[in-house]
């Protein structure tokens, strides 16, 4: 805008409205007669002087922001890229410091469970249908996994298991998964079952522990925990917790609805156990 309105340009435009103002104030007054300096030294002009002077004022201001507007527009330009430079930075950091958190987590599970060698993956995809719940890791045989590894998070909460594997991924199918059997038990009671994934829960990202003893003998809010007793899972990884206790078929058998331990809906980095002491057969 600067190269197009000048200083000099915006003055000569302020000089000659304020001459033909006076001029025709002269021409009003005198007829046509008089000498327009010593009209504007009169008492009667003051009014008239004050507001020449506060347009040229204003003219002025505007002229300068016009003036510096480009400078102030790259300078604007500036601190919007670092504020994105900044934002971009905290994100790395947030990233960095949850990551140093889940391996600061893992580092103490696995000091618990020294049989046991993890290797850490990222999800990189979903599938999921109205039945089916599993995603594709970003690992695959060459890293060691094999069918059947359990996968779970940094603090040992069981996610899935591993159903199908390429030299450079691997698919794991998780705990709400309709086709999931494994075996339970309840932490507090030691009662054993099977948690399993289940049509009219798997919208509410549920599972059930079938085969666990009368309602009044289920402790709400138990834990859940594998048996290990098939040698694919370790045991002691927490599945989840019993929310509530129903009966049901005709001979009122009891079951328990588990609200998984992990946030499956939203894992994003999960460890597949590659070693445990119990040799690993398929199955469950």
């Known amino acids: 805008m600067k190269d197009f309105i000048t200083k000099k340009g915006i003055y000569i435009a302020i000089a000659a409205v304020v001459i033909a103002i006076i001029a025709a104030i002269s021409v009003a007054l005198s007829g046509g007669r008089g000498d327009i300096a ?6 009667f002009f003051r009014p008239i002087r004050n507001a020449i002077t506060s347009m040229v004022d204003g ?24 504020v994105a430079e900044l934002e971009e930075e905290y994100r790395e ?6 990551e140093v958190d889940r391996l600061r987590e ?21 599938t999921a249908s ?19 590894d359990a996968v779970m998070t940094s ?19 998780t705990i709400l998964d309709t ?21 009219r ?46 009966e049901e078929g005709s001979n009122l058998n009891t079951y328990a609805v588990i609200t998984p331990a992990a946030d499956i809906e939203h894992v994003t980095e999960v460890f597949v156990v590659t070693e445990q002491a119990v040799s690993q057969e398929a199955g469950q």
């Open 106 to 126: 893992l580092l103490g599970f696995s000091e618990t469970r020294e049989e046991l060698k993890f290797t850490p993956v990222s999800v990189i995809s979903w």
């Open 38 to 43: 010593t009209m504007l030294s009169q008492p």
């Open 179 to 199: 086709s999931m059997n494994v075996g339970a038990i309840l932490y507090e009671t030691g009662e054993t079952g099977v948690a399993c994934g289940d049509f």
């Open 93 to 98: 950091y947030t990233q960095m410091s949850q």
């Open 130 to 148: 109205n039945y089916s719940s599993t995603f594709t890791i970003s690992r695959g045989s060459n890293a060691g996994i094999e069918l059947y």
């Open 201 to 246: 829960l798997f919208r509410d990202g549920k599972l059930r522990m079938d085969y666990v003893g009368d309602s009044d003998s289920t402790i709400i809010g138990d834990t859940v925990v594998t048996s290990g007793e098939s040698g694919v899972f370790p045991s002691d990884l927490v599945i989840g917790y019993v929310e509530s206790v129903g």
């Open 59 to 82: 003219l002025e201001q505007i002229y300068n922001y016009m003036y510096n507007y480009d400078q102030i527009e790259a300078e604007n330009q500036e601190l919007r890229e670092r």
């Open 155 to 173: 603090a040992g909460y069981l996610v899935g298991q591993v159903t199908g594997i390429s030299e450079s991924s691997a698919t794991v199918t």
